[in-house]
Structures are given as C-alpha cells and as structure tokens.
C-alpha cells in the first residue's frame, strides 16, 4: 500500500500502451500540475481577452450604432448636392 498519492490509468483501460505504463509518482504529479497551471492560466486570459468579443449584445448594440452613423452620414451628404438636372 502507497502511503503518497499516485495517479494510474483506469482499470477499464485495456489497451496495450496503457497496460504498460505505470503509476505517476509524487514527483510526477507535482510536474504536471504546474503544467496544467500554466495552460489553466493562459486559457484563462485568452478567455479575458476575447470575451468583450462574444458579448453578443453589446457587439449588436455596437454594429446598430454603426449602422446608424452610416445611414446618417449617407442622408447628410445627400443633402448637400444640388438635384441633378437632365439640361
């Protein structure tokens, strides 16, 4: 019996490599969890950065305000022209 923690692949698992492989020790363990800290905390600021992205009301609200200035800036110019006349 192991007194310090181990991990091992699952009983089910029946494949070859898997049968193979043996348990990750103390050490082991402790090397991939500062790894899975790592990729954790860069998953977590990618998901910082991009979530303003897929706020999809806002960005809605945003495209609606654009979409507005377009339209209201198309109808200003218009204004300004003389009417064209056929001569």
């Given at each position: 019996m192991e007194i310090l923690p181990s991990l091992?692949?699952?009983r089910l698992d029946l494949r070859k490599k898997t049968l193979k492989q043996t348990r990750?020790?103390?050490d082991e363990l402790?090397?991939?969890i500062k790894d899975l800290a790592a990729?954790?905390?860069a998953t977590s600021e990618l998901?910082?950065?991009t979530?303003?992205?897929f706020?999809?009301?806002a960005l809605a609200e945003r495209i609606?305000?654009?979409k507005q200035s377009a339209l209201d800036l198309v109808a200003k110019q218009q204004q300004k022209q003389p009417p064209s006349g056929n001569g």
């Amino acid at each position: 019996m192991e007194i310090l923690p181990s991990l091992k692949p699952n009983r089910l698992d029946l494949r070859k490599k898997t049968l193979k492989q043996t348990r990750f020790q103390i050490d082991e363990l402790g090397d991939f969890i500062k790894d899975l800290a790592a990729v954790s905390d860069a998953t977590s600021e990618l998901t910082d950065r991009t979530e303003p992205i897929f706020n999809a009301e806002a960005l809605a609200e945003r495209i609606r305000k654009v979409k507005q200035s377009a339209l209201d800036l198309v109808a200003k110019q218009q204004q300004k022209q003389p009417p064209s006349g056929n001569g």
